[in-house]
């Protein structure tokens, strides 16, 4: 390492400066999704939840029968497994904040904490979106392949499952970062996440008096019509807010207010 | 500009800082000493809005810090040098800060340069830098946005000599430009070579706070002369108490009384200086004596 040894001056001099505007909300989201994808552990989150979507198309295109081998066939299945990934982006993208400690220059820069949280809400949403993108496109190539194979190549599907998948990796995402922003630490809100909705799942089927309540509070099951091509019903749309409301808008506002209010040190 | 009022916080029952009130002003670079323990820190944090205080206010530049538009812009914070990312390089982390405040990327460069981190160490990852890296990458974000205050909490820590002496040249220039520098540290060399002012504080209290010379002139004058005897008859004689030090008969008096008195008695001197001639550091233990950082731990 060189050493800087004359004092440089000038370079530092403190100037007199127009009024200087606060960032902008664009700004800050470019800043955050820059932050997903400038380290090795979030590069890397990211290429995973793209090779595991193409790895499920090839599992089909290899196993599955020729005539299942449609682009909807290729492209629902990849919706699952990255939709257990994207929480994960999600709570990483708040906790790292506060594990690797650069919270001390982030909440400097911007002390109003609201509008980093806030930018970094629509930049892990912008990345569910772009993963449906990417299982789209996934499943376009697995189709082109199956056509090319045998297989049944047909690329019907109702719009509405586009609509379904953007609400189910948005929700996900946004479902971790609610966690991410209550806990406050990684394994905890990783672990959290993964655990609390299974364990009520568990519990509802194991307990019968839960049962009820389970079935508007279970988001692996009121999330699960989104999956079928059928048309969402009422009372689905219902459930599936409740669940939502529980384990998503309420950890959310509760973890706003944590991060607000919470010593940077 | 730093105007700091009345500024308390509260652990539990204990008080980290305790009713702390001082104004750091253009021009001047600020000495915030005290013991481990002391509140220097916190009262840092509790400026720079990332701690709510339990009482009081502070201000930069005439706002309170999360009134400022773009923070960065008018105040440079170095608070943890160890408070980066280990996993983004040294450009990547101030490039996100220059981003985040609408520079240039050009200053990334020009900063990093300014601390003499260079090309290679730029690539490289937070993980693998020294502790000294550390802190001259935090210096370089500080310095990013060029602003008009720094508020640099140990800046020197971790630093080569080398880097001490460029940072002092840094600092004693940037307030000459009409900066202001709120700086702590344990390196009182460091503080007493460059601060103007000073403020002490002993268990979250401010034990003392003025102009370094006037803070260092109050500590009286050692005076030594073969003949002791004599030479205390001369200082009674004019009027001076004098004391027994290790180093001779301390004085209260300036040396130009002391060295009258023994001239009109006829007393031939060893020695006349300023009392301690370890300046800050007898100050700063007379000060702080009794605030241990056991006490200050509890
Ligand atoms: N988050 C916290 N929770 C509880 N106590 C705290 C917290 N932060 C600081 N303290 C306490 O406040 C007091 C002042 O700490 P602070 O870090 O401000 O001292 P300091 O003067 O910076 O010391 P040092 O010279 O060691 O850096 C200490 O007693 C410390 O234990
Ligand atoms: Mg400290």
């Excluded at chain 2, 009384?257 to 100050?283: S, T, Y």
Aim: overall charge positive; some cysteine; proline content about 5%.
């Amino acid at each position: 390492m060189t050493t800087a040894t004359a004092p440089t001056a000038g370079a530092v001099a403190p100037r007199q400066h127009a009024p200087v505007r606060r960032p902008s909300m664009l700004r800050l989201t470019v800043v955050e999704l820059r932050k997903l994808v400038d380290t090795r552990a979030g590069r890397w989150l990211l290429i995973t939840i793209g090779l595991v979507a193409a790895v499920i198309v090839t599992l089909q295109l290899i196993y599955a029968k020729d005539v299942e081998q449609t682009f909807v066939n290729f492209f629902v299945p990849s919706l699952l497994p990255v939709g257990v990934l994207l929480p994960v982006l999600g709570i990483l993208s708040i906790t790292s904040e506060w594990s690797q400690r650069t919270a001390l220059t982030t909440y400097a820069l911007v002390p109003r904490r609201e509008r980093v949280v806030a930018a970094k809400l629509i930049a892990v949403m912008l990345t569910a979106l772009a993963s449906v993108l990417a299982s789209l496109a996934v499943a376009a190539v697995g189709t082109l392949v199956a056509s090319a194979t045998g297989g049944a190549g047909t690329w019907g599907m109702d719009a509405s499952l586009i609509v379904n998948a953007v609400i189910l990796q948005v929700t996900s995402v946004l479902m971790g970062a609610a966690f991410g922003l209550l806990l406050l630490n990684p394994p905890l809100a990783i672990v959290g996440y993964l655990l609390l909705p299974t364990l009520w799942g568990v519990l509802g089927e194991m307990v019968r008096p839960l049962r009820g309540p389970s079935e508007w509070l279970d988001t692996s099951k009121t999330m699960e019509p989104l999956f079928s091509s059928d048309a969402v019903t009422g009372e689905q749309w219902g459930r599936m807010a409740v669940s939502l409301l529980v384990w998503m808008v309420l950890p959310l506002a509760a973890g706003l207010v944590r991060t607000l209010r919470r010593e940077v040190s | 500009m730093i105007t700091v009022e009345n500024l308390t916080k509260r652990y539990g029952p204990h008080p980290a800082v305790d009713d702390v009130s001082f104004q750091c002003e253009p021009g001047t670079v600020t000495g915030f000493l005290g013991p481990n323990g002391a509140g220097k820190s916190t009262t840092m944090r509790m400026i720079c809005g990332l701690t709510a205080p339990t009482a009081g206010r502070a201000t930069v530049s005439g706002r309170a810090y999360r009134e400022l538009p773009n923070p960065g812009r008018e105040v440079g914070v170095l608070l943890d040098a160890s408070a980066q990312h280990a996993g983004r390089t040294g450009r990547e982390a101030l490039t996100l800060s220059a981003y985040t405040m609408g520079l240039d990327r050009r200053e990334v460069a020009a900063k990093l340069d300014l601390v003499g981190l260079n090309a290679v160490a730029a690539k490289r990852r937070v993980r693998a830098y020294s502790l000294g890296m550390r802190q001259r990458l935090g210096l370089a974000h500080a310095l990013l946005g060029n602003p008009r205050v720094l508020i640099l909490d140990e800046p020197a820590n971790g630093l080569d000599p080398e880097g001490i002496f460029w940072m002092r040249g840094l600092l004693r220039d940037f307030a000459d430009r009409g900066g202001t520098v709120l700086l702590s540290s344990h390196l009182l060399r460091e503080v007493e070579a460059v601060a103007d002012r000073l403020v002490v504080i002993g268990g979250g209290r401010i034990v003392a706070q003025g102009n370094k010379n006037e803070l260092l002139a109050g500590d009286g004058t050692v005076v030594r002369a073969r003949d002791g005897a004599a030479l205390r008859r001369a200082l009674e004689a004019a009027g001076l108490s004098a004391a027994d030090s290790s180093e001779g008969l301390l004085v209260q008096a300036d040396a130009e009384a002391v060295g009258q008195a023994a001239a009109d008695a006829g007393v031939a001197l060893a020695e006349l200086r300023p009392a301690g001639g370890g300046g800050l550091e007898q100050l700063f233990l007379t000060l702080t004596a009794g605030e241990s950082t056991k006490e200050a731990v509890r």
